[in-house]
C-alpha cells in the first residue's frame, strides 16, 4: 500500500471503523500512519497487546499479537501473545520490562472492551493510554501513547460472564481485520523509513 503524505497530517478525533466494514483495514492503517509516521526512525515502535486466553471476550490482545508475530518482516516490536499474554499479574512487570529494553518506545496499547450492544464489533483508535481492566473495575496501570480497542460485547452487569460468553467468531474477525490494518501500516513504515536507516552508523543503530 502506497499510501500519501498528506495522509499523515494529524486528527486528534477519536477514529472509529466497523470490523466488518468495506476497507476496514485500510482505513485503520491510515489513521495509524497519521501516529506513527512523523516518530524518529531511531524511535522503537512497540505494540503492547493485552488481554488473556483464559476469556474468549479478552482473547482479542493476545490473538493479534500471535498474528503479528508471525509476520515475516515487521518494523514493529510486540508483546502479549496467545503464549505468553499481558494481564492483570504481569502487567507492570511487562511495562517495567519495555521501558528497560526500549529507548524512549512509542508505545500502543490493544485491548478489547465492553460498550453499546450497537457498537459491538466497532474498532477505535485513540489518542493516549488504553486502561485494562476498567470494564470489569479492575485499577490496572494505562498502557500506550495511542491505543486500539476492540469492543467486543454490551457493557454492563456481570462483566466477566459477558466476556467469557462473547462470540469466538467476532473475536476472530476482529482480531484478522486489526492485524491486516497493522500489518498494512508496517509496510508503509518499513519503505519510509529504509533510507534513513541505511545512513544511520552502527553505534547508532538498536541493539
Request: charged share 20%; hydrophobic share 40%; proline share 6%.
Amino acid at each position: 500500500m502506497n499510501l500519501k503524505h498528506s495522509l499523515f497530517d494529524k486528527s486528534k478525533s477519536l477514529f472509529r471503523v466497523a470490523h466488518d466494514e468495506s476497507l476496514a483495514s485500510e482505513k485503520l492503517a491510515e489513521r495509524l500512519l497519521t501516529e506513527l509516521a512523523p516518530l524518529s526512525p531511531h524511535r522503537s515502535i512497540v505494540f503492547v497487546c493485552i488481554g488473556t486466553d483464559r476469556s474468549t471476550g479478552d482473547s482479542l490482545g493476545p490473538l493479534i499479537g500471535t498474528k503479528l508475530q508471525e509476520q515475516p518482516f515487521s518494523p514493529f516490536h510486540v508483546y502479549g501473545t496467545l503464549a505468553k499474554p499481558i494481564h492483570a499479574l504481569n502487567l507492570d512487570e511487562m511495562l517495567e520490562h519495555i521501558q528497560k529494553l526500549h529507548v524512549k518506545p512509542f508505545i500502543i496499547g490493544i485491548d478489547a472492551c465492553l460498550g453499546r450492544s450497537k457498537n459491538i464489533g466497532t474498532v477505535t483508535l485513540g489518542i493516549g493510554p488504553v486502561k485494562p481492566g476498567a470494564g470489569v473495575n479492575k485499577n490496572l496501570s494505562p498502557v500506550g501513547d495511542i491505543h486500539i480497542a476492540g469492543i467486543v460485547n454490551v457493557s454492563g452487569l456481570m462483566e466477566f460472564f459477558v466476556l467469557q460468553n462473547t462470540r469466538l467468531h467476532l473475536v476472530m474477525s476482529m482480531a484478522d481485520m486489526i492485524t491486516d490494518g497493522i500489518t498494512l501500516a508496517g509496510k508503509e513504515i518499513q519503505r519510509i523509513r529504509k533510507p534513513t536507516l541505511l545512513k544511520v552508523p552502527p553505534t547508532l543503530k538498536e541493539t
